[in-house]
């Protein structure tokens, strides 16, 4: 693989805006926090801002898109992943994503933006996938001050409110700051320039970043989100953001072109081509989102099974809350752990998501599924059986190499439902 030419990113080197294009991939899409100033909107054609995308996409769907767009337009020499969430919000489909553009394109930079909260566990991923560039969005240091900008954290599986979560994510960006310096990575920091909450603190967040070894600050002023919590607060100046950046060049340089991209950006950060994009974006959201086979040799010595007690298999897949993962020791089979499923509403996201889950399972143990799911996670090398009886004979028969033809159920399916991923499954 050819080094990568760090410089090329057009958001850290001015230099490079007019000629290097960067490329969003809008899979991120839930989020861990909610910030008054955001309202997400998935399909707002005339806002250039995070959070607004036309169309969310699974991780090989991305690829599909990236791939379309390159036959388009050759300049994209970056992808990252803004939004419209946070990354770190469901990491899996991140890194997944990441995997496969660095797979696909070696050369190609490639970047995230993220609050910060949950990214200090997937530091040593991004540094193996040679992530190079990573924004942390940090718009206070002080607990009091964050108690008026986000209206709740969802840490680890707890929502948890400003009084209780503020401290939480202050201490995690300033810890996943200092994790990206110590991975090698570029690293910039914005601040939303808040009139009125925060535009006093500048100083002191650009004096804390320099002090960790971070490469660039970006004042972005604040605009008026319709339905955020803030809407009603007036947009900072121009020269309110001038002096902001004059305070914070005392200590880091300064972003000065930034053009808030959105979550599915394309082009020139001055010409971007969001908008001559969205139906080839439509057309690969709407496409088949099958999974690459398994690799060779990958093990799946493992058995998923939909259990209401533990002891039958007498659970739909949209119902299982939870799948029990057993295996079979020889002379009977064991139980290894219970893996929470994937939330319905996802759509086909949902069954991708389990696919994931389940990499390590040869076999998918229900008592019915839809076509969609049963589609998507064959697709990824994982047998569905459709079953009702008990959970150990029904193991012992799979990993034994005997049928389970007359455990099948009456009606194998749901008449009703097609899998969508938002119901029964």
């Keep these: 693989m050819r080094p990568l030419d760090l410089a090329n990113h057009p958001c850290f080197n001015q230099d490079r805006a007019a000629c290097s294009g960067r490329m969003h991939l809008p899979v991120a899409t839930r989020c861990n926090i909610q910030c008054g100033y955001c309202n997400r909107r998935y399909d707002c054609v005339n806002e250039s801002r995070p959070g607004v995308t036309s169309g969310v996409l699974s991780p090989p769907q991305a690829l599909a898109y990236l791939k379309e767009v390159m036959a388009r337009n050759p300049s994209i020499g970056v992808v990252g992943i803004a939004g419209p969430g946070d990354p770190f919000a469901n990491p899996e489909e991140t890194l997944e994503t990441l995997r496969l553009v660095r797979e696909a394109y070696p050369g190609m ?199 209401r007690e533990g002891l039958l298999v007498n659970l739909h897949l949209g119902e299982a809350p939870a799948l029990r993962i057993m295996t079979f020791d020889g002379t009977r089979p064991r139980l290894v752990e219970e893996r929470v499923a994937p939330p319905r509403g996802e759509g086909n996201e949902r069954w991708l998501a389990l696919a994931r889950l389940l990499a390590d399972c040869r076999f998918l143990v229900v008592a019915g599924a839809g076509d969609n799911p049963k589609r998507i996670l064959a697709a990824s090398g994982l047998e569905i059986v459709l079953a009702e009886g008990l959970v150990d004979d029904i193991v012992d028969r799979l990993c034994t190499g005997r049928t389970v033809n007359h455990l099948t159920p009456r009606q194998a399916g749901c008449a009703t439902c097609p899998g969508s991923g938002t119901g029964c499954g």
């Design 109 to 307: 930079l490639l970047c995230v933006s993220t609050n910060g909260l949950n990214l200090m566990p997937y530091l040593p991923e991004l540094a193996r996938l040679e992530v190079t560039h990573v924004t942390v969005t940090v718009n206070t240091l002080r607990v009091g001050t964050a108690e008026s900008v986000y209206s709740w954290m969802r840490i680890g599986k707890r929502l948890r409110r400003p009084h209780e979560g503020a401290p939480l994510l202050l201490a995690a960006q300033q810890e996943a700051m200092r994790g990206v310096k110590a991975h090698g990575m570029l690293l910039k920091v914005n601040f939303v320039l808040l009139p009125g909450i925060n535009d006093g603190e500048v100083d002191e967040v650009a004096r804390f970043a320099a002090g960790i070894g971070a490469d660039l600050f970006n004042v972005l002023p604040y605009q008026p989100a319709p339905g955020s919590v803030l809407e009603h607060l007036p947009s900072p100046t121009g020269e309110e953001v001038k002096a902001a950046q004059t305070v914070a060049g005392a200590h880091l340089r300064q972003m000065t072109h930034c053009a808030r991209c959105r979550a599915d950006a394309v082009g020139l950060l001055a010409r971007d081509q969001s908008s001559e994009f969205r139906e080839i974006l439509a057309a690969c959201a709407k496409a088949d989102p099958v999974l690459p086979p398994p690799a060779p040799g990958v093990g799946r010595p493992f058995v998923a099974v939909a259990s």
